[in-house]
């Protein structure tokens, strides 16, 4: 099954700006917007965001995500050594009736 | 404590078949959607199956439809998916993943590998 489009890794400075993109289609972030997930090495997921910036209790406000057509993004402020981490994203596809993943974005703080 | 606890991974040979299982405690599983979702190694994740609240509705992803079968049983709070016809391509982690608007929890994993 077709998925969502992530760039494979970005690098960032401390205390900086990262923006990370995931694009789909209008079946899938296009319609219902998309999830973002974190994974440290060794650890399950954990979720960020979901329908593009809704975000679970205990998440950080350094953390928001936005949609422009069919592209969702994430952008994290004032960067973290413990943002280092990969980061995933997904949606349904109303389409494939099955949900898909990007193939994730490795974040390097520098 | 709100958590699910997945069982049931370990090796097996090629065109062997495996049923992992996913214990949840701490809330209403009976009210949920539940997903199975896995991680070959060094790979991203790859949505493998889920199940609507009342163990009727079901759906499988391309790559596992006809060799996997995803159910569960609410009264004793656990979810399964029955694996056969494994495949090397089958190898990787299987994580057990509530839906509450999203993923909100998620298991710690149970390994599979299909090697001879």
């Known amino acids: 099954q077709a998925g969502l489009t992530q760039p494979p890794s970005v690098s960032k400075g401390l205390r900086q700006t990262a923006t990370l993109t995931c694009t789909g289609n209008?079946?899938?972030?296009?319609?219902?917007?998309a999830t973002w997930l974190q994974q440290h090495q060794g650890h399950p997921p954990r979720l960020l965001s979901y329908?593009?910036?809704n975000r679970p209790s205990g998440i950080s406000e350094r953390l928001s995500a936005s949609r422009s057509g069919s592209t969702s993004s994430l952008t994290i402020t004032g960067l973290q050594p413990e943002d280092e981490a990969d980061y995933y994203c997904?949606?349904?596809?109303?389409?494939?009736?099955?949900?898909?993943f990007g193939g994730g974005t490795k974040l390097t703080v520098l | 404590e709100v958590q699910l606890v997945e069982s049931g991974g370990g090796l097996v040979q090629p065109g062997g078949s495996l049923r992992l299982s996913c214990a949840a405690s701490?809330?209403?599983?009976?009210?949920?959607?539940m997903h199975w979702v896995r991680q070959a190694p060094g790979k991203g994740l790859m949505w493998v199956a889920h199940i609507h609240s009342d163990g009727v509705t079901t759906s499988h992803a391309d790559s596992v439809r006809g060799r996997f079968t995803i159910s569960r049983d609410n009264a004793k709070n656990t979810l399964y998916v029955q694996m056969n016809s494994l495949r090397a391509e089958d190898t990787a982690v299987y994580y057990c993943v509530r839906e509450e608007e999203s993923f909100d929890l998620w298991g710690q994993g149970t390994l599979v590998t299909v090697s001879s």
């Open positions: 997904s949606a349904w596809d109303s389409s494939l009736t099955a949900w898909v």
């Open positions: 209008s079946n899938n972030v296009g319609n219902q917007g």
């Open positions: 329908r593009n910036n």
């Open positions: 701490g809330f209403s599983f009976s009210n949920y959607w």
